[in-house]
């Protein structure tokens, strides 16, 4: 399956996934009690990632419920099997969300499908929620998530104006986000609204502000994102040598 | 040996059509796959569902127009598949009615109902339009005045799960992650367990801690070895990508789909029929 993935993404593909998995990595620090959920495989990479380079006193919580899973390999799935695997103890879902609730859940990695200027995010409806143009999976724990864990960050594959509108159609979950990782750029949450912390290397201003459906205010002075450093890609390559974060993106 | 172990068929039919069911597993992994495919090969309707994290046995059922409303958090196929076609032509088509919930509301109204209570309290939820889209309602906590979003109690007619190893009695053991299933088996009026492995009760008296499920809870044992896939199961098999894919591709009509469930029939029936002689 590994082979088949790499073959049938491009280059620029393969750099982007390498580098959103690399960029959430960062975000987390060292001895955090970190989770994802279903569908994320891009969190998952940098999770074990992190445990490698910087943050190896982290503890990795997830939906199957293995505290500090060593999987064999990651799975496409990411409530798989193999998540309970090399575990010590285990947690459950029902307890992660217990966990949260109390504040004592440092970090949380959740997607969206859409993004809006002010850091919400929807994974419900497109269009009229009562007669749905497209009804999407739905938001799992996120609506419990943002407002509860210390931070959140968000992160979306497709960075266009669709995804990233001034209003959500649909808020699935806001709150405590503090930041959001796209294929373009980084974004801060900060008095409430999202601001652009940097840009990516090969990205400029202009087509950033094309691609986002919300005003920007003046990138002149933004800084760009340091690129994955040698011993992140390697790292990164160690966490996930199936390139498992691929499948986020075909 | 025989006890409560009936027939795949025979416990599908205890399903009424408008049942409340709790599924169990999360997304593809430890799903009552062949029971759902029982369900529709026998054309139930009107289902009501509940999971947190749905995929092809939500989507199955709404293929088969077996489902008029779904109580989950979550319905898709990740990152192998997307969206969950079915599911989502269902809704916007209006056959289906999702009420959405977030995961953790899911486990409150079932922990509701597991708790004897009418109702659960839920943290979270804060600035998000679910609660206001689904109808929980805000009360003033008595004590404190904080306010507090409250789940009503969702109390399914049958949690139906998966298990590695049952005994005929309905004592279960779950290797790997459990999900919602133990507190499913709690809030439901009744259980209906599919098994990998059907054991002799000593197996379960040996390590009485590691039985999930009591068999004073369980109604019904369907011997049915594979009975997740395409989905996986700790530890004897992972998710069946190959066929799950299969599977999406026959979702889009009803002939297609009678195709996949016929497909299936020998695999899903095998264990009812190699039970059936101590049955009898």
Known sequence: MSVALREGVSEEVRATADRMAVFLSRFIRDGELVFHGVASPLPMAAIVMARNTHAPNLTYLNIPGGVDPKPPYLPGSTVARQLMEGALSYFTLTEIFDLSARGKLDLAFLGGAQIDARGDMNLSFIGDPAAPKVRLPGGAGSAHILPTAGRTVLWRTA?????FPERCDFVTASGNVEA???PLCIFEKADGRLRVNSIHQGVTPDALRAATGFDLGDLEHTPAT???TPAERTAL???DPEGIRLREFV | MSGKIISLTQAAALVQDGDLLALGGNALTRIPAAFVRELARQRRENLCLVKTAGAYDVDLLCAAGAVAQTQTGYVGFENLFGLAPSYRRGVEEGRVQAVEHACSTVIAGLRASAYGLPSQPVAGLEGSDVAAHTGFRQVKDPYTGEPVYMVPGIRPKFAVLHVAYADAEGNARIEGGAFEDV??????E????????????????EKPDRTAIPAFMVQAVVHAPGGARPGGCHPFYDIDEDAVGAYLDSASSAESLQTHLDSWVERDHAGSAAASGSVA
């Open chain 1, 159 to 163: 960075h266009d104006a669709r995804s």
């Open chain 1, 180 to 182: 959001v990782v796209t």
């Open chain 1, 226 to 228: 340091p690129e994955p």
């Open chain 1, 237 to 239: 390559e160690a966490a």
């Open chain 2, 183 to 188: 507190l499913m088996s709690r809030a439901a």
């Open chain 2, 190 to 205: 009744s259980v209906i367990l599919t098994a990998e492995h059907i054991e002799e009760t000593a197996f379960f008296v």
